[in-house]
């Protein structure tokens, strides 16, 4: 079996797989009904057995791009979908109006998609169930469960306590229900301005857990929606919103991250209380969570990455530098990357730091799996051949994969000037440079043995043209080759044939491990080389490049082709990522 045959490993056991596999073994789902599209009311009030074993969802909030700790979220949660005949649900948070714009749906939208997430029908918005929301806001009201406060926020912050003091009643806790409804209709009827009442969940303002001391799960707020237009007025918390929303959805393991689990009581208390008065069909969603993505030399505080865009630190959200997911596939990294990665780092409950080498590396094993290889001189020095006729050319062979000969050669033209590395001539080498210098011999790639026996220089004493002589018998692929034991190889590109193209050598964005550790400004340790443009000289098959076409340029690393500044016949080269890591060993 090739390479490009390989079946996908199977995913690494976790604690929520095996919460998965042990409820799906208890039958704890299996009387779930679904109507198809998730709307108000008890699932099981209509429709038929839910087809599918289990739902998980992915829930961003509209409100910025995606990044690298939304990828481990991503793969995990249409992972589990794929790997146990369920489904996963696309989801947006949208209940704050104004922080969210379409912009960020529709890149949310193409970055899952770019990542694998198949959520077919299953898309979905907070916003989609917001008279429900109501409806169950109401219900808790008539139950005795949410009172509306009108204190001011801060007399809340005041009264809430802390983690050694318990909370306050409000003096607005013990309004009747019927002043209650009659107040939060009214809020929603838009009778009363931004931050005059908000309702609460009635709980128990002593509890150590503080997200149990009565939490706000309706505030005003006088603002347009990018979906519901100018129709409300009031708007629900996500804290509230959430759990609602997998309910509705049938949502069987709804899975966050660490900072959600002082959330969860709150999440199962609603959720119960909801289905208790009829609203919501029981088996109801369970939350699980696992350790967020802390990855060394990035930053993935949204707070920070808006200060690099707006503060123009970075040239915009797709910045190949930047971790969002956007700037990931401009750079040229690969969802089989992100995905080996997953795997390697795992799901638990611990904390950890991942090195951005870890990273780095799943990076290259699935660009050297799929990159075809071709040659690029990124700093060109000219290189003559004199006993090369200047009125002559012919073609040699390179292997588009050297691991895969099923991908074939290509042809690769020879003439008699070359263009080569600058670092492959020295005039007085070092011990161990077997490269060019005056007298030696090496091999070009793919072609022929030449015998260095000179160089220009201009005036400055700057090397500007390289000479040698050719092996006519030496050229690769022909008997008379073998009789040549050369010790170095380089490669090179004719430079009547060669394609003159921007090159964005691209590095890691930071050049500290933990940006801003302690109370250091994180702009204090932004890397000054991240990024270097170049004039490279490329072979010329790579005028054909299209725009995400991703390559190894030999000895160089991983480049694409970018998918903003590429144009047709022009295009402008990403490097992705070195072929070795150079960071282990300090920069």
Known sequence: MSSAEKAPAAPAANFIRHIVEADLAEGKYASRRWSGKPGAGPQQQAGVPDPAKIRTRFPPEPNGYLHFGHAKSILLNFGLAR????????????????????EYVDAIISAVTWLGGNYGENLYHASDYFDFMVQAAESLIQSGHAYVDSQSAEDM???????????????YRN?????????????????????????????????????????????????????????????????????????????THSICTLEFEDQRPFYDWLLSRLADAGLLARPLPQQYEFSRLNLSYVVLSKRKLIQLVEER?????????????????????TPEGFQLFADRIGVS??????????????????????????????????LIIDNYPADQEELCEAPNHPQKPDWGK????????????????????????????????????????????????????????????????????????????VKGNIHWISAKHSLACEVRLYDRLFAAPNPGAGDRDFLLDLNPDSKTTITAQLEPSLKDAKAEDRFQFERHGYFVADIKDSKPGSPVFNRAVTLKD???KGK
């Not at 009264?159 to 003096?171: C, H, L, T, V």
Request: net charge negative.
């Open 349 to 382: 409950k611990s904390d950890s730091w991942i090195d951005m080498s870890v990273f780095e590396e799943c990076q290259r094993e699935g660009l050297n799996d799929t990159a075809p290889r071709r040659i690029a001189v990124l700093d060109p020095l000219k």
């Open 175 to 251: 309004r009747s229900a019927v002043e209650n409804l009659d107040l939060f209709r009214r809020m929603k009827a838009g009778e009363f301005a931004d931050g005059t009442h908000v309702l609460r969940a009635k709980i128990d303002m002593a509890s150590p857990n503080i997200n149990l001391r009565d939490p706000a799960i309706y505030r005003i707020r006088h603002a347009e929606h990018h979906r519901a237009g100018k129709g409300w007025c009031i708007y629900p918390m996500y804290t509230f919103a959430h759990p609602i929303e997998d309910a509705l959805e049938n949502i």
């Open 157 to 171: 912050r005041t009264r809430r306590g802390n983690f050694g003091e318990p909370g306050q009643d409000s003096p």
């Open 410 to 485: 290509r042809p690769v033209p020879f003439s008699n000037e070359l263009w080569i590395e600058r670092e492959d001539f020295n005039e007085t080498p070092p011990k161990g440079f077997f490269r060019l210098f005056p007298g030696n011999l090496v091999r070009l790639r793919y072609g022929f043995v030449i015998k260095c026996i000179g160089c220009d220089k201009d005036a400055n004493g700057n090397v500007v043209a390289v000479h040698a002589e050719m092996q006519p018998d030496s050229k690769s692929g022909t008997p008379g080759a073998d009789t040549y034991k």
């Open 582 to 584: 150079s960071w282990s």
């Open 83 to 102: 790997s146990y005949d369920g489904v996963c649900h696309l989801r947006f948070d949208d209940t704050n109006p104004e922080r969210e714009e379409q």
């Open 313 to 333: 630190h970075v040239e915009g959200w797709d910045d190949p530098r930047m971790p969002t997911l956007v700037g990931a596939r401009r750079r040229g990294y």
